[in-house]
């Protein structure tokens, strides 16, 4: 269930930079600025946008499979989830809505399925005791 969990929260956030976040605004195309600043402006730079950092911390959701207790991939969907706030609050800042379109839904569904996964860690080992009986002779 942790494998299924966590794939599905990175897949969210991976598919996620490809789709608009703004009318007309891809992931891939919106300045990481629009995380602590209302101007929504496209670079061509694909290392310095949103899409991109979704995509990262996808992988990182990703990468966090490896570790025993899931506490990456918590870290990568919860940081998933300050990301679309933080664009929600820039949104709301210039237009009075949150009229966020699907890439950023989907990125926060993303993230929230990789925290639920993350916490569905592999369980503690199970410790076996082995008992000897002792006979004692007279």
């Known amino acids: 269930l942790r494998v299924m969990l966590t794939l599905l929260g990175a897949l969210g956030l991976i598919v996620s930079a490809f789709l608009p976040w703004l009318d007309?605004?891809?992931?891939?195309e919106?300045?990481?600025?629009?995380?602590?600043?209302p101007?929504?402006?496209e670079t061509s730079s694909t290392f310095a946008t949103v899409g991109f950092a979704a995509i990262v911390l996808?992988?990182?959701?990703?990468v966090g499979l490896a570790a025993r207790f899931g506490g990456l991939t918590r870290a990568a969907g919860a940081l998933g989830i300050v990301m679309v706030i933080l664009f929600a609050i820039q949104v709301y800042r210039e237009t009075g809505?949150?009229?966020m379109r699907e890439g950023a839904w989907v990125a926060l569904g993303g993230s929230v399925v990789a925290v639920?996964?993350?916490f569905m860690g592999w369980g503690t080992p199970v410790a076996t005791q082995?008992?000897?009986t002792v006979e004692t002779v007279d």
């Open 24 to 28: 007309g605004v891809g992931g891939l």
């Open 30 to 37: 919106l300045r990481l600025r629009a995380l602590i600043e």
């Open 39 to 41: 101007t929504f402006t």
């Open 58 to 62: 996808g992988l990182l959701a990703v």
């Open 97 to 99: 809505t949150v009229e």
């Open 116 to 118: 639920i996964g993350g």
């Open 130 to 132: 082995t008992v000897e």
